[in-house]
């Protein structure tokens, strides 16, 4: 699987959109990026994931660049339990399905 | 939360001892993970069951076994435990186990070893 280079904190304004950027240029065409978040010591919550368009969910949305080397996490209006470690991870489609966690952007939401 | 039950949330044991820790998956899915979180190295996989079989091995010790049983729950066994095993342990399942599918994890065991 791809390697992801991510900053290693953020700070954010609560009900301000929260940006994670997220890099993997040596992403390959069967690779979802896929987007976890755990918040202290709780079970990693999965968030969304997409292979070459943008994505939105409920939680959030994904945008990837046309050149799928870089994406964009997008929490649209944070909120203070939106503080965690945000893993953006790259799985290959059809391999089975371990996750590599690497280290994570820690991101803390201020009042 | 996702659905995924852990058994027990805490367990308190001494170095040598053998420990069970339990997973049930969500409702109708076929695959079972197992990761290890411990403070100096992140969230590491340890093992892949889908319907039964193992399927994927990561950096799991030898001193560690996991099965999946026909009802789908899981058990990770770890025995002849040192220090280095307090961690918290993670389960998560997902519906057919490939890299398409989504994980949902489990609250996790914390495991002390004193």
């Known amino acids: 699987d791809a390697k992801t280079t991510q900053p290693t904190s953020m700070d954010c304004a609560e009900g301000r959109a929260a940006n994670l950027p997220c890099n993997h240029s040596t992403i390959s065409g069967n690779e979802y990026v896929y987007w976890y978040r755990q918040i202290h010591s709780q079970g990693p919550q999965y968030i969304i994931h997409g292979l070459k368009n943008n994505e939105t969910n409920e939680m959030a949305s994904l945008i990837i660049t046309e050149d799928r080397k870089s994406s964009t996490l997008i929490l649209p209006h944070a909120t203070l339990r939106d503080t965690a470690v945000y893993y953006c991870i790259v799985r290959v489609t059809d391999s089975w399905g371990k996750l590599q966690f690497g280290a994570g952007t820690q991101v803390v939401v201020t009042p | ?114």
């Open chain 2, 1 to 114: 939360d996702s659905g995924v039950t852990q058994t027990p949330k805490h367990l308190i044991t001494a170095t040598g001892q053998r420990v069970t820790l339990r997973c049930s998956p969500r409702s109708g899915d076929l695959s079972v993970y197992w990761y290890q979180q411990s403070l100096d190295q992140g969230l590491q996989f340890l093992i892949q069951y889908y319907n039964g079989e193992e399927r994927a091995k990561g950096n799991i010790l030898e001193r560690f076994s996991a099965q999946q049983f026909p009802d789908l729950h899981s058990e990770l066994n770890l025995s002849s435990l040192e220090l280095g095993d307090s961690a918290l342990y993670f389960c998560a399942s997902s519906v057919e186990g490939r890299g398409r599918d989504e994980q949902y994890f489990g609250p996790g065991t914390r495991l002390t070893v004193t």
